[in-house]
């Protein structure tokens, strides 16, 4: 008897170990379709290396290289250049961590909207006076 369930552990295991995940792998595999992580979008564009040296610094590094469901108004490389001068940084390693988690914080809103969303929210056309709160990643604690 105890050769037989013997048995029956040795022939489970043999079972378990021939199993393949192409199915599974298949099944779960991210689509053709979807759009690309916003990092890889940003980096792609070229016009957002400081915002992105920032975003590395920081703990949404992680979020932006997968898929999220954020809305990034992220600064150009000129705007962030304008920031560091007008803050008297030479670089941006020169932003504290604390500093860098309120930009980049600030720049994610939740949620995913197009430009047209944006720009006609609450109105019938563009309407410079008009505005939207949106909730942001950033909280201060």
Excluded: H
Aim: proline share 3%; glycine share 2%; with cysteine.
């Amino acid at each position: 008897m105890k050769r037989f369930k013997l048995l029956w552990v040795w022939m489970a295991i043999l079972l378990f170990a021939q199993c393949k995940d192409d199915y599974w792998d298949q099944y779960y595999s991210r689509p053709e379709w979807l759009e690309p992580p916003i990092y890889e979008v940003l980096k792609n564009d070229g016009r957002f290396n400081s915002y992105l040296q920032l975003v590395d610094s920081t703990m949404y590094e992680r979020i932006l290289k997968e898929a999220s469901f954020y809305t990034v108004f992220a600064p150009t490389d000129s705007a962030m250049s304008d920031y560091l001068k007008e803050q008297g940084y030479a670089s941006i390693d020169e932003i504290s961590a604390a500093e860098a988690d309120t930009i980049v914080a600030y720049s994610l809103v939740y949620n995913v909207f197009e430009f047209d969303e944006l720009t006609d929210v609450l109105t019938n056309g563009w309407d410079t006076l008009s505005s939207i709160k949106k909730k942001t990643a950033f909280y201060n604690t």
